[in-house]
C-alpha cells in the first residue's frame, strides 16, 4: 500500500507521519543519524518533484516557493530603485531616510536573489548520467565519487523522512526532510518544506524509480 494512502487530511501532520506504515524504519543497527539534517524548513511546499523522462527526475520550485523568493526581490528592487531615485533628487524625501531605506532595499534585494539561485537550482535524478546533482551544470571533469554537488546513484541505499516541529512565539508547524543516506551512511538533503504528503509521495517515486527503500526517523522538536 503506498503511504500516501495512509494519509488524510489530519491538520497535525506531525502526528501522521508517526502511525504510517513506512516499508522500513532505519535500522538502530546501522550507524546513521536520525536527527534533521537542515533544522528549521518552510511550512508550506517549497519544490515539486517533475518526471522530466523515463530516465530523469527532478525537483522545480513550487508555484509558493517561486513566489515567496521573487517576493523578497521585487520588494527589494522597488525600495532600492525609489531610494535611489530619491537620492538623486526626484522625490524630495529627507534623505538620510532614503539612505536607511536603500540599505534595506539592498539587503531585501539580495536575499530575493540568494532566495530564487537556491530555489531555482536544478536537484536532479539521471539514470543515463547515473548521478543525483544539485546544481546549474554538470562538471564532468569532477570526480564524482567525491564532489558534494554530484552524487553517484549507485551509492544511495535508501530514502530517508524525518519530521520536524517547528515552534517559534506565533506558534509552531511541521516540516518535513527528504534525504538522500548513502554507502557510506552520510546523508543528503534534497527538500525540506511543510507539506507531508508531497514529501511521502515524492519518497515513492524516488523508491521506485531508485529501487531503494524509504526509512523513517522519529519526529523531533526544534524551538
Known amino acids: 500500500m503506498k503511504l500516501s494512502e495512509n494519509i488524510d487530511n489530519n491538520k497535525d501532520e506531525l502526528h501522521s507521519i508517526e502511525s504510517i506504515d513506512f516499508s522500513t524504519n532505519t535500522s538502530e543497527n546501522v550507524n546513521i543519524a536520525v536527527t534533521p539534517l537542515k533544522p528549521g524548513g518552510a ?26 523568493s521573487i517576493l523578497f526581490l521585487s520588494i527589494g528592487l522597488i525600495i532600492t530603485i525609489a531610494c535611489l531615485l530619491n537620492i538623486i533628487g526626484v522625490f524630495s ?43 546549474y551544470k554538470v562538471d564532468f571533469n569532477r570526480d564524482k565519487n567525491t564532489s558534494k554537488k554530484q552524487i553517484p546513484l549507485k551509492s544511495i541505499i535508501a530514502i530517508q523522512i ?57 519526529t523531533h522538536n526544534a524551538q
Do not use: C
Open 162 to 218: 524525518i519530521g520536524e516541529r517547528i515552534t517559534s512565539d506565533d506558534g509552531s508547524y511541521g516540516s518535513f526532510e527528504l534525504n538522500l543516506v548513502l554507502n557510506d551512511y552520510s546523508r543528503k538533503n534534497v527538500v525540506d518544506h511543510g507539506n507531508l504528503k508531497s514529501i511521502i509521495n515524492d519518497a515513492h517515486i524516488l523508491s521506485d524509480f531508485l529501487n531503494i527503500p524509504i526509512w523513517h526517523a522519529k
Open 43 to 68: 511550512n508550506f511546499k517549497t519544490h515539486s518533484l517533475v518526471k522530466k523522462s523515463s530516465s530523469k527526475y527532478a525537483y522545480q520550485p513550487s508555484v509558493g516557493g517561486a513566489a515567496f
Open 93 to 135: 524625501t529627507v534623505k538620510p531616510v532614503s539612505w536607511f531605506m536603500l540599505l534595506i532595499g539592498t539587503i531585501f534585494a539580495a536575499a530575493g536573489v540568494l532566495l530564487t539561485y537556491w530555489s531555482y537550482m536544478p536537484r536532479v535524478f539521471d539514470k543515463q548520467l547515473g548521478l543525483y546533482y544539485k546544481a
